[in-house]
Every structure is written in structure tokens, then in C-alpha cells.
């Protein structure tokens, strides 16, 4: 039956992109980008039946269901290296525009918005009293980052990793807010850890850089960080725009706390929106440190 392809989605991420008389599966929405700006994403223990023409899914259950067909905002050209020798080298100049880019719509003369979080951010955030972070990898390292900034903010914070956090009882304190960190979205240990924190009563917000993604379904609050996609294996603006997000975070509860006055609010937010300029500055002097650096090993072999 070669017109006829079969999928389930168990564990991994997986997402149908639709074309024109032409359908694919994949992963990730950055693969198909070159074929298609249209997708469904599917939901843990799918089923779905792929032909050219059409498209029919099976939740869990095993009945029909829609799953809603959404709009990916990214050009194919995200995914190319350009005019750089290699994808990090492109990334970490990428830093100011990306960075700016997640700060867009969030400060509004010196306040921050928090509606910016998702509809019901506010709710969330004027409720929490502890932060539980969960998350893997270099997200992970963002977390911990994170913890500093909130227990300055005078907020009880703990950061554990997912694939820890899942295979253990959990016990949620009244009040905690489960903030995930996630670059895809999709990362099967967070999103496990989401599941279980959600059921244990705790509010679930979450960080990530794909919208429509798992973990963004999953979670009533969401921080969208605006990286795009990363293909540089050691993580550059991922982790500089999750930094930003939860300093974002870090800044409303300081404000609910009374550990940040609203003069020093106001003076962080200024230091946010100056930094993508700030690192650009430092950023172009790429070939001066380039130099110093030659020079310093010159040095060292002398």
C-alpha cells in the first residue's frame, strides 16, 4: 500500500507537515520548513493515516479526532548558516536580534506586562510563594542561573533535573510555581516531570522557544523565547534568551516580594532593553579579541 503511511506518536515528539497534494512527518518543525509552514502536532499516543490528499488522526482512545492545524511564522533561511563559516559562529551574532526579538512586547515604559506570559500568567505568578525549576541540559544550567536571581528576590527556589525529578515521589508545597525550560519543547524527561507536577496541584508555567509545541500546550502560562532554531551543538542564543525570560520572571516576583523597589524594577527592565545593543557592541569586536587572544598564546608559547 505505498500511498498509505502509518505513525504514532509514543515518547518522541512528532509533527505532520502539510503541503499540496503532498503530506510529511518529522520530529521537528525545522526539518520540514524547506517543504511547508503548515503542521499538526501531534498528541502523546496518536495515531495517524498520512496520504498525499488527506489526513486522519486516532487519539488514544482509537476515535477520530481533529488536532488543530497551525502556522509556523519561521523561513526555511532560518535553518542556513548564511554568509558564516559554521552554524555557532552565525548563532552567537544572532544574539542581539533574537534577544531583542524576546523582549518585544514585554516592557512597556519601565513595567512589565506580564499578560506577555500567557492569559493566565498573572494569576499564576501573584499566587506563587516557591519556584520548583525542572529542566535538562543547558536549560538546566539556565535554571540554576535562575535561582540565584529569585532567592535575591527573596523567593524559595529549587532546580532539579526532569530525568531525576520524574522517577521520584514528589511532595508540591502549597503555592509552588513549575517553571520548565525547554528549547524544543518537546523533551520527553520535562514533559514527563510537567505531567507529574500537574496532578501533584502545582502551578505550571513554562519556557521554551517553539510555539504549539508540547510543553507550550501543556502549560496555562508560556514564555516564548524568540531564538529560532540552534543547530551549534554548544548552545549560544537558546541560553541567552532563556536567561533573559526568566529574568523577566525573576523581576515580577522581586516586585511581589518588596525586595525590589520599583525604582530598581524599573532599572533592571532599562538594563534589558539595552543589552541587545550592549552585546552587539561587543560582539563587533570580534577580530580586536580575535587578536588579543593570538597575541595571549604567543605569550604563553614564548
Known sequence: DPDRLIVARAGSPLVVGIGVGENFIASDVFALLPVTQQFIFLEEGDVAEIRRDWIK???????????????????ASTADKGPYRHYMLKEIFEQPAVIAETLEGRI???????????????????????????ACGTSYHAGLVCRY???????????????????????????????????????????????????AGALLATVCNVRGSSAWRLAPSQILTQAGPEIGVASTKAFTTQLVSLTLIAIH?????????????????????ALPNKMADLIAHGAQLQEIRRASCRERVA
Not at 164 to 192: C, H, M, N, W
Request: hydrophobic share 40%; glycine share 6%.
Open 57 to 75: 488522526v486516532l487519539d488514544s482512545t482509537g476515535q477520530v479526532t481533529e488536532r488543530p492545524v497551525r502556522a509556523s511564522q519561521l523561513a
Open 149 to 199: 536571581w529569585l532567592e535575591e528576590a527573596g523567593v524559595p527556589c529549587s532546580v532539579e533535573v526532569a530525568s531525576e525529578f520524574r522517577y521520584r515521589k514528589v511532595v508540591v508545597p502549597p503555592d509552588t510555581l513549575f517553571i520548565t525550560i525547554s528549547q524544543s519543547g518537546e523533551t520527553a524527561d520535562t514533559l514527563a516531570a510537567m505531567e507529574m507536577a500537574r496532578e
Open 253 to 273: 516576583l522581586g516586585r511581589q516580594t518588596g525586595e525590589l523597589t520599583p525604582e530598581k524594577a524599573r532599572e533592571l527592565l532599562g538594563e534589558l532593553i
Open 108 to 134: 512597556h515604559k519601565g513595567r512589565l506586562l506580564e499578560e506577555s506570559f500567557g492569559h493566565e500568567a498573572k494569576r499564576l505568578l501573584d499566587a506563587t510563594r516557591n519556584v520548583q525549576i525542572i
